[in-house]
């Protein structure tokens, strides 16, 4: 009887001969990611949500083809962004893969990740720890053993969300992080700049919410986190979770200037729209406008779905 540790290392061994073939193949070359204007623009991001990392070499290859991609492009990204579901089961096998991964890419140190239901709902207290304090090494920063924190890119400001109690599927956000969230946008929209909110579930009644999942939004704090959104202007609420394609649903518009974007899931398949795993976004922010175009970053080409929103 074949043990896991045997079994794992036969499967590997397998995936090496595969992507030795060609069988497995990286993101093509022919359709590079080019930006509306390398020169003007002021920051540059990419987005994936629910990378879903298993403990074999499959999901990992996938991974690797974001940040292969990403290099392929000649273009600079100030910084990639994952909201949460890091891993499928939160197995240190897992975490070893999806955090391998992150330490060889050289495309960013700004590595921007939250936790989501999948990498804290079986071992809450010893998985959050263990992806703050790679938050904390790759972004230099001290989150102070929360799973909340913020951190600026070139001026812009991302503030990433997380759970505070070990929850199935929703999450629990704290008046403290509340609190936060609120000093945070407005210091980050004092000037008119546009700011990311991060955060693994998406908003109650978005994205074809609760119809398409009944259970699948932030949770009871969820129309507190919209009220302080809806305060400021020019902020995005990036959030995955629902396992929802690129569509007409992935954007909505909470208030004006005030926007929420659901990221399709990336290391599986999705329900709508546009269904193919290793699809994501990269993002353009410019003096007046942010614009988010679809990609698909393990074979390599846009996806034909480009967003503009306007600096209001």
Known sequence: MLTVKLFRKIFAAFVAIFISLGWLAGPATDSPIKFTDSEKVNLAFAAVSDTHV??????????????????????????????????????????????????????????????????????????????????????????????????????????????EKQVFERAYISDRQLAFIDSELARATAEGKPAFVVCHQALA?????PEVWKTGDLGEQSQQVRDILTKYKNVFYINGHLHDGMYER????????????????????NDFGVKEKGTGYFVEVYDDCVIFTGRNFIKGHNVDIVKTFDII
């Not at 009644?205 to 919410?209: E, F, V």
């Not at 004006?256 to 290391?267: A, C, E, K």
């Open 205 to 209: 009644y978005t994205h074809g919410l």
């Open 250 to 269: 992935s954007f909505e518009k909470l208030a004006d200037g005030v926007y929420s974007v659901n990221l399709p899931t990336y290391g599986k398949n």
């Open 54 to 163: 298993l403990g074999e070499s499959v999901t990992s290859f996938r991974f690797e083809s974001l940040f292969k991609d990403l290099s392929n492009s000649g273009e600079k990204f100030d910084a990639v962004v994952i909201p949460g579901d890091l891993t499928e089961l939160g197995l240190g096998c897992e975490y070893e893969n999806f955090f391998n991964v992150l330490d060889k890419q050289t495309v960013t140190k700004n590595l921007i990740l939250a936790t989501g239901n999948h990498d804290v709902r079986y071992a809450y207290k010893k998985n959050k720890a263990l992806i703050m304090k790679k938050v904390e090494e790759y972004l230099n920063t001290d989150t102070r053993g929360e799973s909340f924190y913020s951190y600026d890119v070139n001026g812009y400001t991302f503030i990433v969300m997380g759970t």
